[in-house]
């Protein structure tokens, strides 16, 4: 009796482990200390194909959509119709860009005049002609944390 009731009670605190080791899979940085979490959400993807990176820039003008411009990247399988993923960042303003990388070849697949895979940015920036600016896509991350939800465009 007493090796049964022993048993439930590691299964129960193995059980209650679970949820938070997967969810901290998908994150990127070490929570504590002055990091707050930053969930980030990429919705309408089409399908389950490949993964969906999400990439944050620091509020520089600069290093925004720039190569060698980013702070953090994390790359998680696809799901549709949402696919979300988290960073431990300090409170402070960034950008994020994220795309679908549907054939999971690591690389943002365009054709000579638009994408040909899914992308978006944080307040939904708009891009009708060109990259958004950083004042569009721009957000506060507070010391609370917050959670940020993008709608996944296809030109195609």
Known sequence: ??????VKTMLAGTLALAPSAVAAESCTGTPGGNAVKLTVQATGLRNGSGEVAFTVYADDKKRFLAKGGKLARVR???RAPV???CFWLPAGRYAVA????????RNFNRTLWAP?????????????IGLPALDAARFTLPA???TLSMAMRYRR
């Open 1 to 6: 009796m007493m090796a049964n009731n022993l």
């Open 76 to 78: 998680v399988p696809a």
């Open 83 to 85: 696919t979300s993923a």
């Open 98 to 105: 994220q795309y679908h990388d549907e054939n999971g070849d």
């Open 116 to 128: 040909k895979e899914g992308f978006g940015f944080s307040n939904d920036a708009p891009t009708s």
């Open 144 to 146: 609370g944390g917050r």
